[in-house]
């Protein structure tokens, strides 16, 4: 009897321990992930350098290929920059204000208005032609993809038009079964586009360059500013510019919250109300601030 009670005894001691080893176990596995994803949120950028634009008023900074352009609201002017270093390559005085600026493979500019019923066309700085666009009533977005098919958002239907360059309506889609409000719209390397859901709440939502939805995920920000850019890098990650947190919010391309910043990685740079905000095709961030800054994208 009691070589039966000194072996219960045993058995209970060797499941303490078992059970006691296990639940360490688990913490360790916790701690493990609760410390890897705060050093996956705190991550930041390196910092590639500076210039300063020169503007009166700024509501949109788009980067295409080598360039940069400064959509200056209050001066009616585009001015088209050398990405890296500031210098000035064409300057565009257009006779209402301007909204928004692509490039095409060939070089050409061709420039959004406020209430026009025309796309302006530039090679150099000298204007070539004009796009009709009368059948989009009030255009919000514009973006370009790699065969040169312009997009532009319709905010009077929640629609999305693809037009060529001769201004021949390719195909529309999108609609407020998909997208409640729609705001700017934006491109990957693959040519899906990205558009803004400015309705409560607020989504990213995504389709083919053939007008087939993706997906769609909240994009969880306290407030919208109308200056919002999204850059969205060659890992598919998603960048936008967060006025009301003066932060850079990082996603992944289904939405999970990675990170925030608000400074590079060396602390160099620090940014301020970034309320312009561009990149991501190459792999870079432009952030307008107090000046402007440029960013490699973070590794997550």
Do not use: C
């Not at 080598?66 to 209050?74: G, Q, R």
């Not at 729609?182 to 990205?194: A, E, H, L, Q």
């Not at 306290?222 to 960048?239: P, R």
Request: proline share 3%; no cysteine.
């Amino acid at each position: 009897v009691k070589d039966k009670k000194i072996k219960k005894g045993n058995n209970n001691t060797l499941l303490i321990v078992l059970l006691s080893a296990m639940i360490l176990i688990f913490l360790g596995i916790e701690i493990f992930f609760v410390v890897k994803k705060q050093m996956l949120m705190s991550k930041k950028p390196i910092f590639v350098g500076e210039w300063r634009p020169q503007y009166k008023g700024q509501i949109g900074m788009p980067v295409w290929k080598d360039h940069l352009y400064v959509i200056d609201n209050n001066s009616n002017i585009v001015t088209k920059y050398d990405k890296l270093n500031g210098t000035v390559i064409d300057v565009y005085s257009v006779p209402q204000t301007p909204k928004w600026a692509v490039e095409t493979n060939s070089g050409e500019t061709i420039i959004l208005l406020y209430n026009s019923t025309d796309l302006l066309k530039y090679s150099g700085n000298k204007l070539t032609g004009k796009i009709d666009i009368k059948e989009i009533k009030v255009p919000e977005g514009m973006t370009i993809d790699s065969e040169d098919n312009i997009y532009l958002s319709d905010s009077s239907n929640a629609r999305i038009f693809k037009i060529n360059l001769a201004g021949e309506k390719l195909l529309d889609f999108g609609g407020r079964d998909k997208i409640k409000s729609i705001g700017r719209i934006f491109i990957d390397k693959n040519d899906n586009i990205y558009a803004i859901d400015t309705g409560l709440p607020y989504y990213v939502v995504v389709f083919t360059k053939d007008g087939k939805f993706i997906r769609k995920w909240e994009l969880k920000l306290k407030k919208l500013s109308g200056l919002e850019a999204l850059a969205i890098t060659s890992d598919g990650n998603v960048y936008v510019n967060d006025m009301n947190e003066s932060k850079i919010v990082v996603f992944s391309s289904t939405g999970k919250l990675l990170g925030k910043f608000d400074t590079d990685i060396d602390f160099k740079y620090k940014i301020s109300l970034p309320g312009a905000f561009s990149g991501g095709l190459d792999d870079r961030l432009y952030v307008g601030s107090h000046s402007l800054s440029i960013f490699e994208a973070i590794k997550y």
